[in-house]
């Protein structure tokens, strides 16, 4: 069966729009949890999620029976400003949510490569997701499969058997070595939420999108339900 393109559900405000992704998330893992036993949850980084998740780690969810990960990650420590895990300790993993399990896509030591081959039994262990939320840069990538970038052709490989791939910095982008999820790891999903603010993103993702964009790989598979949430 092949899905109509995902329609962009836009709020009023950003606090709307956090409160709903926050709603969303906390019945995809509830419901994951009551079908499966337990939920895994894919989380994006960057700034705009974090009061997503400041309401999430407030919400009645067996935590004890999720594990979180990381769509990507800056290869930098926890402890860098920058870092996807940093955000996700301060913000999800608080309170009762602490009782999640957390699979890391850094590890210390390790180079990318190895850090990302390293990630992937974490993952394993989460898949498939109950959901996944992920930003949608201005150039339409996501997670850190950046167009242009040489690991975007193995990142969106739909038969890759790697779940987590070393991504190197590029011109524009990454301005650091990442480690992204892969296409194939993130699609294997109960639901793909796409957060989603500013015009100039809504309108990159207003059909029909190109389909030179990576993005386009995420809207145009049949494989896990797309929803778009969109706020000014």
Do not use: C
């Not at 009551?34 to 309401?55: C, E, I, L, M, S």
């Not at 793909?192 to 990576?214: M, R, S, W």
């Amino acid at each position: 069966m092949i899905m109509a393109p995902p329609k962009i559900e836009a709020f009023a405000s950003r606090e709307a729009l956090f409160d709903a992704t926050a709603s969303v998330l906390v019945a995809a893992l509830n419901d994951a949890v009551a079908k499966r036993g337990h939920a895994g949850f894919a989380a994006t980084g960057g700034t705009t999620p974090a009061p997503v998740y400041d309401r999430l780690a407030t919400l009645t969810l067996p935590w004890d029976k999720v594990t979180v990960t990381l769509t990507d990650e800056r290869f930098v420590p926890p402890s860098d400003a920058s870092s996807n895990e940093g955000l996700v300790r301060r913000h999800l993993l608080v309170g009762a949510a602490a009782k999640a399990a957390f699979a890391p896509l850094y590890f210390d030591g390790a180079d990318p490569e190895e850090a990302a081959l390293k990630a992937q039994d974490g993952v394993a262990a989460a898949l498939p997701f109950g959901v996944v939320l992920l930003g949608v840069g201005g150039d339409g990538h996501f997670a850190s499969l950046f167009p242009g970038n040489p690991a975007l052709e193995a990142g969106l490989d739909p038969k890759t058997a790697r779940s987590v791939i070393a991504v190197p910095p590029g011109s524009p982008a990454p301005d650091l070595p990442r480690i992204s999820l892969t296409f194939q790891a993130l699609i294997q999903a109960s639901l793909i939420v796409l957060l989603v603010t500013g015009q100039a993103k809504k309108a990159l993702l207003e059909a029909p999108v190109d389909p030179g964009l990576p993005i386009a790989a995420i809207l145009n598979q049949d494989r896990a339900p797309v929803r778009i949430l969109w706020a000014e």
